[in-house]
């Protein structure tokens, strides 16, 4: 066995070692700040980089690609070193937060020079100004504009000894929404889903139940527990009323004990990552319960709402649905397709807004011109009120309300349905007169940060010009003072100069420089430096010159903050009713979107109502249609009655592979998701009840992580939809049972079909190879059987995509193998197998066929439990709140029980 190392640090007898100085008073610092923040990357600001030492700088190099240095020994040690220039921080910021890092940065809080009053060893006082997570960042450069930000808060309330509902507080920093909703404990991968958040944070209770371990494990989000006590939801209640200076929230709503945990701890992971500074956040809205269709995240990974498979938003519905023009709209849009609505009336509102803009084009066409020109105002408000806005933040709340006034105004023309006209009063509160004092403050060419200066409009402010002029008149003065040197000295070659060691000095020849140093030249020229031919000098009127040009420097910097700050103020002063423009802008955005994507791909408007219909003439996939047309090709369009009276219908569908069976599934599902988000829908007509659930089990894969096969998650999903399905939802599968074996797979499949007929009884869509199921068509009597048609031409397969009552003959499958390019000879002895497969299956007697078997309706669903005697025990039980008792309070409720119980006998 190697010998294990050692260290020749280590060889020296401890007498003849140095001690150990410690570590340098810089170091100290660092050390003492990173302690201050133990889980993340500290970025220790030194002069014009930031830089990171120790572990932080391994991971930082590793995650960067930049070199790690040394500096300096710590426990003898070399300390590892690199860092990243400041003015380009944002960047490595960015790709250190996509790779789920958290940064610390700590900035130079004095000017070294105050800390050399301290002495000649004294540190630059640092401080961490804020800390930067993935749910917290409001840069332009480090957000994606089309995505919300969201920050996710989780709390939980018990509803019974064995069940919680959970609160979600969703919060996106970069635009001030906050909103409240929530869910039962079955429910919360869905809600997760749905939200899509950037990190989460909740309590370490919540994050150690067993029972949620492995969802937080899973999440792509980042995942921040806090500590229970801090999370209490009288506390957290305190805390809301003091982030919004209110005394009572009522004027908010009523809330959850489970909605007010979640945000008061969102608030408390604001108020830290932040460091004292106040984001402006809109007031917590709640969202009703069952207002939005439930889909969980399975459906929403099989539909591809939002993402592909693959995690890219290009081949997903988002992306074949988005016409809008601005970011807001954007991040808007994927909001209203991840929630679509479960109110009827919210739905026709909608589409009534989208139907007027379809019939006006040159009202759509304008509106779309000036929402174009419209910046994201919602996230240039959000850093305003974070101090950290720039001038051209500034520049985008002027030309926002601009835009908001303009289109205020362009809708005034017309006579608008009731969801336009609300938006075009909101637009109107957009004050002209805020906007009219950015356009004066403001210059037309502005730096990115203020500290860069020069942002302020000639004219504006008559102190800042008369220091801009001195400093621009600098060069002419300097010039008319070196020929006045010039020619009292008659040295023609005298030349007034400037570095940063000696600032302003006067040079002239060796010989020139001998004679200022006597007799009247003398009175004048102060000597700084010799040099080898030339000498250096100064003079009174030179130093006052150069005093007064960097005097007015500063004092232009300083006068520039001063206005960048009363006009930051004159904004937050009208924070809420900004916010309501920006949503106002969102608004009219995805409207117009709609509209845009209905008159360009001639989609029609759906019949939405609170019945159980589900009728598409005509209907197409757009996610495929949009590909096809890129190519060219034509889209075969198909219809689908799923329509039932008091229940719904099940739609068997059979086929070859490749024939469209899952691009028929899945696009009434889509279907579904756009009309009740409001949108008009790829279909030449449809007429769709409310759908409360929508589930789709289309595709599978393994799940190594978790030990499943894929048939284990085939079953895990199909057993969710099952158990949850009402006779509202909509279910779509597809080939159940085809991960087994065949007579396990077709029972299984076949129990399926009976069990969503007779007990979800919900509209369904069902694809199999089983054709053995297709004879239930006879049995039950809201089942019926549609095929994917194929035809045979040279002894060639044609898929003609085109979806018709009645069965497949066969699967086709030997010709699929051919067009996938299976070797000629594999399939030629697939073939000569099938064939024999199919005359022994033919010989066999007595096999049972699915006519002979029982079917499902006859086996009775099992009986509830019988009732317990009701003592009044369970009534008096329900009345009591266990959260809100104080121990005391407890104990006397357990008394007060068991004498009433003793009182009954």
């Not at 006068?559 to 904004?571: H, M, P, S």
Request: proline share 5%; charged share 25%; glycine share 8%.
């Amino acid at each position: 066995m190697a010998a294990p190392a050692v260290r020749m640090t280590d060889t020296k007898p401890a007498a003849n070692r140095a001690p150990d100085p410690g570590p340098t008073p810089m170091m100290a610092q660092y050390i003492e700040i990173k302690a201050a923040n133990p889980g993340s990357l500290l970025f220790y600001r030194m002069g014009d980089f930031y830089e990171l030492f120790f572990r932080d700088a391994e991971i930082a190099s590793r995650a960067l690609g930049i070199v790690l240095t040394k500096r300096g020994k710590h426990a003898g040690d070399d300390i590892p070193m690199c860092g990243v220039p400041v003015e380009r921080s944002d960047d490595y910021l960015h790709r250190l937060i996509a790779q789920g890092h958290r940064v610390a940065v700590c900035e130079q809080t004095e000017e070294p020079s105050e800390a050399k009053k301290r002495g000649p060893k004294s540190v630059v006082r640092r401080a961490v100004v804020r800390l930067v997570t993935p749910g917290t960042i409001t840069e332009d450069r480090l957000l994606d504009p089309a995505r919300a930000n969201l920050l996710l808060a989780v709390g939980r309330r018990r509803v019974s000894e064995s069940e919680f509902a959970y609160g979600l507080a969703a919060l996106d920093i970069s635009t001030g929404r906050f909103s409240l909703n929530e869910v039962r404990a079955a429910d919360l991968p869905g809600a997760l889903a749905r939200h899509d958040p950037r990190e989460i944070v909740l309590s370490d209770a919540i994050h150690a139940d067993p029972a949620l371990a492995r969802l937080w494990q899973e999440l792509p989000a980042a995942v921040t527990p806090l500590a229970q006590a801090e999370l209490e939801p009288a506390t957290a209640e305190r805390r809301i009323r003091e982030f919004y200076g209110v005394a009572t929230l009522d004027g908010f709503g009523s809330f959850s004990r489970a909605e007010l945990a979640a945000a008061g701890a969102a608030l408390l992971y604001v108020e830290r990552t932040q460091i004292g500074a106040r984001p402006a956040l809109q007031p917590p809205a709640r969202e009703a319960g069952g207002s939005t269709l439930a889909i969980d995240a399975a459906t929403r990974a099989n539909l591809e709402l939002t993402r592909t498979l693959s995690g890219e938003r290009t081949g997903s519905l988002l992306d074949a649905i988005d016409r809008t023009v601005s970011a807001s709209g954007a991040r808007l849009l994927a909001e209203h397709l991840a929630g679509p609505l479960t109110d009827v009336g919210a739905i026709l509102r909608r589409q009534e807004a989208v139907a007027f803009l379809v019939e006006d084009g040159a009202l759509r066409r304008a509106l779309r011109d000036a929402l174009a020109r419209a910046p994201d105002i919602a996230r240039a408000l959000s850093r305003v009120g974070l101090g950290r806005a720039g001038p051209r933040d500034l520049a985008a709340l002027r030309d926002g309300l601009d835009a908001a006034v303009a289109l205020a105004e362009r809708l005034s023309l017309a006579a608008l349905p009731a969801d336009l006209g609300a938006l075009r009063d909101t637009l109107g509160e957009a004050d002209p007169s805020l906007a009219e004092v950015l356009h004066a403050a403001l210059a037309d060419e502005l730096p990115l940060n203020r500290r860069d200066g020069n942002f302020v409009r000639a004219g504006y402010h008559p102190e800042i010009d008369e220091a801009r002029l001195l400093g621009q008149d600098s060069r002419k003065v300097i010039a008319g003072l070196q020929a006045r040197y010039a020619e009292e000295t008659g040295c023609r070659t005298l030349r007034i100069k400037h570095n940063n060691q000696l600032g302003y000095f006067i040079e002239v020849p060796q010989a020139v420089g001998e004679a200022c140093l006597k007799g009247v030249l003398r009175e004048t020229f102060v000597h700084r430096q010799t040099m080898i031919d030339a000498m250096r000098f100064t003079s009174v009127e030179l130093g006052d010159l150069e005093s007064r040009i960097a005097g007015a420097s500063d004092r232009a910097t300083a006068l520039e903050a001063q206005v960048f700050e009363d006009l930051a103020g004159r904004v937050m002063a009208q924070a809420a009713g900004i916010a309501r423009v920006a949503d106002a802008l969102a608004a009219l955005d995805v409207a117009a979107s709609h509209a845009e994507l209905a008159v360009e791909l001639d989609w029609s408007r759906p019949l939405v109502d609170d019945g159980l219909a589900f009728a598409v003439e005509g209907g197409r996939h757009p996610v495929v249609e949009a590909a096809l047309r890129r190519r060219g090709e034509p889209f075969i369009a198909n219809a689908c009655d799923l329509s039932g009276e008091g229940r719904g219908r099940i739609r068997l569908v059979t086929g070859p592979n490749m024939g469209g069976k899952s691009t028929f599934l899945r696009q009434n599902a889509l279907i579904a998701v756009l009309a009740q988000m409001g949108a008009f829908v790829p279909a030449s007509r449809a007429h769709l009840g409310l759908v409360d659930r929508l589930f789709s089990r289309v595709g599978a894969a393994d799940d190594l992580a978790r030990g499943q096969s894929t048939f284990m998650v085939e079953m895990v999903e199909t057993a969710a939809i099952l158990n949850q399905a009402s006779r509202r939802s909509l279910v779509i599968l597809d080939e159940i049972g085809r991960g087994t074996a065949t007579f396990d797979g077709l029972s299984i499949a076949w129990a399926c079909l009976e069990h969503l007929h007779e007990v979800n009884a919900c509209r369904a869509l069902f694809a199999t190879h089983f054709h053995e199921l297709t004879a239930l068509g006879e049995r039950l009597p809201r089942l019926d059987n549609a095929t994917l048609k194929v035809a045979e031409h040279k002894g060639e397969v044609v898929f003609l995509h085109e979806v018709v009552p009645g069965t497949a003959e066969r699967s086709y499958g030997l010709q699929v193998a051919r067009l996938a390019g299976l070797p000629a000879a594999v399939v030629t002895r697939a073939g000569a197998i099938l064939k024999g497969l199919e005359k022994a299956e033919r010989s066999r007697p007595g096999r049972p066929k699915i006519d002979d078997l029982p079917l499902f309706a006859a086996i009775a669903p099992p009986e509830p439990p019988p009732a317990e005697p009701d003592d009044g025990l369970g009534a008096a039980l329900d009345a009591i709140d266990p959260d809100s008792l104080t121990p005391r309070e407890a104990l006397d409720a357990l008394y007060r029980l068991k004498r009433d119980r003793a009182a009954r006998g």
